[in-house]
């Protein structure tokens, strides 16, 4: 069974950085699509950043050229570096996970593993 799990979430500044982190376990990392959500309240979810297993990656525009996503297929996780981050950045983010090859996506109804969530909180 895949199980995702976050971590590196918190309360900074506007302007401040962030990392976030999460670890698959429980299936066949390399051959997943990786990517990160975010929700927050009152909103739907949306696509933040993904990643295939080749390091090609995805970004919503809101966050193109401050976000950067990496993996590490030998210890199975995918992180998001966050900069410059904003208020507007507040949101649960949650790491999710489909099986796939060519160009991540970025639309929350194809991806069937996910994260329990992590809350970024930027105040201005």
């Known amino acids: 069974q895949v199980q995702l799990a976050e971590s590196g979430g918190g309360s900074v500044q506007s302007g401040g950085s962030l990392r976030l982190s999460c670890v698959l376990s429980g299936g066949t990392y390399v051959s997943f699509f990786m990517a990160w959500f975010r929700q927050a309240p009152g909103k739907e979810r949306e696509g933040v950043a993904s990643i295939n297993k080749d390091g090609l990656s995805n970004y919503a525009d809101s966050v193109k050229g401050r976000f950067t996503i990496s993996r590490d297929n030998a210890k199975t996780t995918v992180s998001l570096q966050m900069n410059s981050l904003k208020p507007e950045d507040t949101a649960m983010y949650y790491c999710?996970?489909?099986?796939?090859?060519?160009?991540?996506?970025?639309?929350?109804?194809?991806?069937?593993?996910w994260g329990q969530g992590t809350q970024v909180t930027v105040s201005s």
């Open positions: 999710a996970a489909v099986n796939g090859a060519g160009v991540p996506p970025l639309r929350r109804t194809l991806y069937n593993y």
